[in-house]
């Protein structure tokens, strides 16, 4: 059995050339899914 990632762009609404590109680990069964604060807090 393989693990299956998304690559995924997440970015500021009120300023779209602040965002940020990563690869996530896809849990199925999972209810809620974050982002660490500090990564998005230095967007870029």
Same mark, same amino acid.
């Given at each position: 059995?393989?693990?299956?990632?998304?690559?995924? @762009?997440? *970015?500021?609404?009120? !300023?779209? /050339?602040? /965002? $940020? =590109? $990563? =690869?996530? $680990?896809? !849990?199925?069964? /999972?209810? *809620?899914?974050?982002?660490?604060? =500090? @990564? $998005? =807090?230095?967007? /870029?």
């Amino acid at each position: 059995m393989g693990h299956t990632v998304a690559r995924i @762009k997440t *970015y500021n609404p009120k !300023d779209e /050339s602040l /965002s $940020l =590109e $990563l =690869e996530l $680990l896809v !849990d199925t069964g /999972s209810t *809620y899914t974050w982002i660490e604060r =500090e @990564k $998005l =807090e230095n967007q /870029s």
